[in-house]
């Protein structure tokens, strides 16, 4: 009897052994999450991303790839949200995530460009003031990421996009913003184009950069410029979540063109 006790709890600790031996050297708590998490952000689905990256960062709080891939779940939920007030509430919960991955990873070019990102989508819904201030936020944070990773495409699209809404604030409202909140970044729509002509030069998938540097062309009144593109991002398949609101407003502008 003392025998087969002995042998059960030999058999038991020999086994807690190699359990202990399996974690140390396997993978960290949150990292299955974490992956189960990536299976429905590759498929588009926030919502059921989510339920795997928030018990992740419980675990593992001080993860600035995870906060990255949190809050870019959160605007994926913006896109879908109908009410303003929704979509401003998600939004502000992906600027937040950005801003402790940031100041995280201050180097980590994903982490500022999330900063940019979710500060630019959450811009629409602000007062003016706060589109000044953030408006700076959004171009030194892109300007990091082109400065951290020269290849990194959304980098140069995000920076394309300031400059074109900077270019696009008429002289009026210029002298106006300038007596209130002081003189506004400079910019030019050639800015815009040089920026997304690199992005499509780097990454010639993304249908936004061809609809985007359209919209460049149709401000500075080069129609038939702007038709090509947009048109070109237009016949593009849908590969990203914001894909189907970019086309629309590719659409939108085709119609404004004479």
Known sequence: MRSSLL??????????????????????????????????????QPAEALKFYLPAEKLDPNNADL???IARQ?????????????KLRLGNLAVAYSRRAVALAPNDPEAQLSVAISYGKVLPF????EQFENSRLI?????????????????????????LNMAEVSPVKRAMARLVYGELPPAKYEDAER??????????NR????????????????DEEARKYINKGLAMAETEKDDPETKNLGRTILKKLH
């Open 139 to 163: 171009r030194n944070a892109a300007e990091k990421v082109v400065k951290l990773d020269p290849r990194n495409d959304l980098g140069w699209h995000v920076l394309g996009r300031w400059s």
């Open 67 to 69: 906060l990255t891939r």
């Open 195 to 204: 920026c997304f002509e690199k992005a499509i030069a780097l990454n010639p």
């Open 126 to 129: 602000q007062s003016s003031g």
């Open 207 to 222: 249908l936004m950069h061809y609809i985007e540097l359209g919209r460049t062309f149709a401000g500075m009144d080069r």
């Open 74 to 86: 959160y605007r994926h939920l913006m896109s879908e949200a109908t009410r303003k007030e929704e």
């Open 7 to 44: 042998h059960l709890h030999l058999t038991l600790a020999i086994a807690a052994g190699l359990t202990f031996a399996h974690q140390g050297l396997g993978d960290a708590p949150a990292d299955d999450l974490i992956r189960k998490g990536d299976v429905f952000y590759a498929k588009l």
